[in-house]
């Protein structure tokens, strides 16, 4: 059993929050639209159609390159659909034949498991700030704090890094839901070596490798890690507030990310659909004023990752001895 490690710890905060703004603001803020969720999954479906399309048409660097890229990102944003599905803010009301239907739907190009995912990332929200609890945190974050180590996570090594963590999460798992894993497990494994003997067999293995090695092998683990920098490695361990990184909105990665870089205001208000997420850290920016909290971003966060070798789940404002770094309050570097 777990300990909701977060609820014991956020209580002021939670109560903060539940005032921060006014009732019908928040309220609006929750309102869901499944048309538009709906519409905005279809154009992901369409991208990853029109990548593969390209991908298949041509073998100029120039032109499969950045179709590889679009493609690994579209593929990885599928867990982003999948993540509002695990929190209910796809429709108005719960709809529970629907939300499986999309879980499936959702899970299936990015190779997991929806039931394990539901259950990883739930645990992950309530043991926020556990160093044991937090699957997240205790499986998957780096052990090791080299940059060779963490550059392995943007690369083909971060499956069996991934499935290793999700193996041994999911070893404590009822064995219903152990057994349900493993079978949607299969049913993605199964489908991604179809697609992938479809295409060698009409493409031949120059098209495979364009259309579904480089983007899912190579790409898809630089976007995991990417985004993955702008949830809970810069941090202060000491104020539950700041338990979560605070990454500054802009359009090219709102649009690349589909909003999954507003992870704080994510974990502040996880019923608040994805679509609605930067109007909502607007709202909030005089909270963060009034606690002091530091921006961040992906230039800012990949400098403190591998040029400075910071640790993941500490404050990199301080240096080693402790001390507040001159650029603790640093201007937040060119968004892009």
């Known amino acids: 059993m ?86 209910h803010t796809v429709f108005d009301s719960r709809r529970p034949a629907a939300d499986r239907l999309l879980g499936w739907l959702y899970a299936v190009p990015s190779g997991i498991s929806a039931s394990q995912f539901t259950r990883w990332h739930l645990d992950h929200h309530a ?58 497990r299969r049913v993605s494994i199964a489908a991604h070596l179809t697609v992938l003997a479809l295409i060698w067999t009409l493409a031949g293995a120059g098209g495979a490798l364009r259309a579904y090695i480089v983007p899912v092998f190579f790409i898809f683990p630089i976007a995991f890690t990417l985004n993955r920098l702008g949830q809970h490695y810069d941090i202060d361990p000491e104020d539950p507030t700041k338990w979560t990184t605070l990454v500054r909105g802009h359009w090219f990665w709102d649009f690349v990310f589909l ?21 909502l850290q607007r709202a909030l920016g005089p909270f963060y004023a009034r606690h002091g909290m530091r921006w961040q971003n992906y230039s800012g966060l990949l400098y403190g990752w591998l040029v400075e070798n910071r640790a993941p789940h500490t404050n990199w404002a301080l240096d080693e ?4 770094t001159p650029t603790s309050h640093h201007p937040v570097r060119p968004a892009v």
């Open 2 to 87: 777990k300990a909701h490690y977060y609820s014991q710890h956020a209580i002021a905060l939670r109560t903060e929050l539940s005032h921060v703004l006014p009732i019908d603001e928040l309220r609006a803020f929750h309102t869901k639209s499944a048309a538009r969720h709906l519409l905005i999954a279809a154009r992901q479906f369409a991208m990853l159609a029109l990548a593969t399309w390209g991908l298949l048409s041509t073998a100029y660097a120039v032109l499969w390159i950045p179709l590889a890229v679009v493609q690994g990102f579209t593929v990885f944003n599928f867990t982003v659909l999948l993540h509002e599905v695990v929190h």
């Open 321 to 324: 001895t402790g001390a507040v």
């Open 127 to 184: 043991e926020l700030g556990s160093c044991e609890d937090d699957p997240k945190r205790h499986h998957l974050s780096p052990k090791i704090n080299a940059r060779w180590f963490k550059l392995l996570y943007c690369s083909p090594a971060l499956f069996p890094i991934y499935f290793r963590a999700a193996r041994k999460e999911g070893a404590t798992y009822p064995e219903a839901l152990q057994r349900q894993i493993a079978r949607e």
């Open 259 to 279: 909003n999954s870089n507003y992870h704080l205001e994510h974990h502040y208000f996880t019923g608040v659909p994805f679509y609605k997420l930067p109007a």
